[in-house]
């Protein structure tokens, strides 16, 4: 039960449908926050109390903003295999850009005066590509409280369901990887840095 000194605190999560999506949901309602699930389509994911579902373009400022107005952070799984977006080539398209996602952020978070970031990524294997270079050279010249997440992508296949009645070993690696994401949203240790998180 949560104390009742204790804030709920209320989170946006763009890319929620992946297997670390889904950990970072069930960790969110473990905790007793709000979750914000920033979708294209709402009929793409069951509702269940404390978990909003809204419609969001992670690549148009106007509907980020729009969509996270009022929200205590942001967190953007960028390696979820189905990113909101209303433009059909990125939907077409597995390999998102992370140059104009990180932009659309910048954009839109300040207009709304929300403040936190986590961008989540398997930042090694993305080392190199031009446009994730760019992202991350814009991203640190940004005064946002922002901080990159380096995670291994954990596969498809994982529901919130999935994450929160199933035991077995690659669940309690979600599970393990989500904690310690939303151990650094509640409380940020690492604000313009890049974490690694490992299995």
């Not at 419609?55 to 390696?79: K, M, R």
Request: aromatic share 4%; proline share 6%.
């Amino acid at each position: 039960m949560r104390n009742l000194e204790t804030p709920v605190l209320k989170f946006a999560v763009y890319g929620a449908h992946s297997s670390l999506g889904s950990g970072v949901l069930c960790e969110l309602l473990a905790r007793q926050h709000e979750a914000v699930v920033l979708l294209d389509d709402l009929n793409s994911m069951s509702a269940r109390p404390g978990l909003r579902q809204k419609l969001g373009d992670l690549y148009d400022p106007t509907s980020v903003a729009e969509s996270v107005a009022g929200l205590d952070g942001v967190i953007c799984l960028f390696d979820s295999p189905k990113l909101p977006t209303a433009a059909d080539e990125y939907r077409q398209d597995s390999r998102h850009d992370l140059y104009a996602a990180v932009d659309s952020l910048l954009v839109g978070l300040p207009r709304v005066q929300v403040r936190r970031l986590l961008l989540v990524a398997d930042f090694p294997a993305l080392e190199g590509e031009p446009d994730v270079q760019a992202a991350l050279q814009r991203l640190a010249s940004h005064p946002l409280d922002w901080t990159l997440v380096s995670a291994p992508p954990q596969g498809k296949g994982l529901d919130l369901e999935d994450v929160m009645t199933v035991s077995s070993e690659a669940i309690r690696t979600v599970r393990r990887l989500a904690a310690a994401i939303v151990d650094e949203l509640e409380r940020p240790q690492h604000r313009h840095e890049r974490i690694d998180l490992h299995l």
